[in-house]
């Protein structure tokens, strides 16, 4: 790998140089645009033999316009979510596109995440570190940065957290994807359902997302998994008289206050061996049951997962430096510089050719 590693780091120097250049060079293009303007005019009534010259020399501009079309929409619609986008787009254009050739991302799918950052409430001061650390949780995971950044957010938001633990949060994650059988995607579009009444009821993240580890990996499905969880957290707060008594008879008190201050690894130790008639009368919500009862078999797997989950920094960054210097990793670093080298090109052409027409 060693020498695709080189390549890398050729590649991303070399397309930081080009852009760098291109940029400085940018009134040399517009020199060079208005007079190809000029020329186009005086050209008008040259022969139609050279229409398919023009047709040639058309196609890489079409498409540096084209580019430069599609990440202006994309980023448009990302301004939509700023209540003073002049403040801030120009930052979020320049860091989306470096973060393109960094990542190997499209941009399309940074200004998908970044919308989604902005839209959960996370301050645009801090939208672009986060945005940083869910690019790096989708290369980790798997995934995409908006599907990252959507799963990120929810966990931030449920839990009342800063954005400053959102790299925490995808440390968490990723370890709930690498310890349970649930992906990203399956994270996002599920944990939702439950991460705000657990963190109302003090069920800690670290705990809630060992739980979703325990029961996906011996085979139930995430959404399964989530309103399980959901319903052994709804029987402690709506304790019936019968499931109270029941559970009091195992030195378990069944309310808010006693799952927070026990805590679930400590619920589910009272509750090992517990055959399931027992289980019954005291969660008589069958879904509880369904959540519950795999786990209990398997409490030492469950506080392994609690203790990883304990144990998580740096897992996003180990994950993600795995990627770095694969082939595929290179060749979208490659293919993100050039598209950005056609962007700026674009948007030179797009800006002189606005220019004309108003003239």
């Known amino acids: 790998m060693g020498n695709i590693g080189d390549l890398y780091v050729n590649i991303h120097a070399n397309a930081r140089g080009l852009v760098s250049g291109l940029a400085h060079s940018q009134k040399k293009l517009r ?59 120009r930052t979020f254009n320049s860091a989306v596109s470096d973060m393109a050739v960094e990542f190997g991302e499209t941009t399309d799918a940074l200004a998908g995440g970044l919308y989604d950052i902005l839209s959960a409430s996370v301050a645009p001061s801090k939208a672009l570190d986060v945005l940083a650390v ?82 996906t990996r011996v085979g139930i499905k995430s959404d399964v998994a989530m309103t399980a ?7 402690f707060a709506t304790a019936t008289d019968a499931s109270f008594v029941a559970a009091k008879e195992l030195n378990l008190t069944l309310s808010a206050t006693s799952l927070e201050s026990e ?30 009862a795999p786990v209990l078999k398997k409490v030492s797997g469950f506080s392994a997962d609690l203790d990883a989950m304990n144990n998580v920094l740096g897992a996003t960054n180990r994950a993600f430096s795995q990627f770095v210097g694969t082939v595929d990793y290179v060749m979208n670093v490659a293919g993100e510089a050039i598209k950005r080298l056609g962007r700026t090109l674009g948007e030179v052409l797009v800006g002189e050719t606005m220019e004309f027409a108003e003239t």
């Open 31 to 89: 020199k060079f645009s208005r007079s190809a303007a000029r020329m186009g005019r005086q050209m008008q009534t040259i022969s139609r033999g050279m229409i398919g010259l023009g047709a040639a020399f058309a196609v890489p501009v079409t498409l540096a316009v084209r580019e430069f079309a599609k990440f202006e929409k994309s980023m448009a619609n990302v301004a939509t979510m700023l209540d003073e986008p002049q403040k801030h787009m």
């Open 263 to 292: 805590g679930l690894l400590r619920v589910m130790q009272k509750l090992s061996g517990v055959n399931l008639d027992e289980l019954a009368k005291i969660f008589p919500n069958i879904r509880a049951i369904t959540g519950l």
């Open 134 to 215: 869910a690019t790096k949780a989708a290369k980790a995971g798997m995934t995409d940065t908006k599907t990252a950044a959507d799963v990120i957010t929810t966990a931030l938001n449920s839990y009342g957290l800063e954005a400053s633990e959102a790299g925490h949060v995808s440390d968490l994650l990723f370890t709930t994807v690498k310890r349970g059988k649930i992906t990203f995607e399956e994270l996002a579009g599920s944990l939702g359902n439950v991460s705000t009444i657990a963190s109302i009821a003090g069920v800690e993240i670290e705990e809630l997302l060992a739980t979703v580890a325990s029961l």
């Open 229 to 235: 969880i959901k319903g052994v957290i709804k029987s």
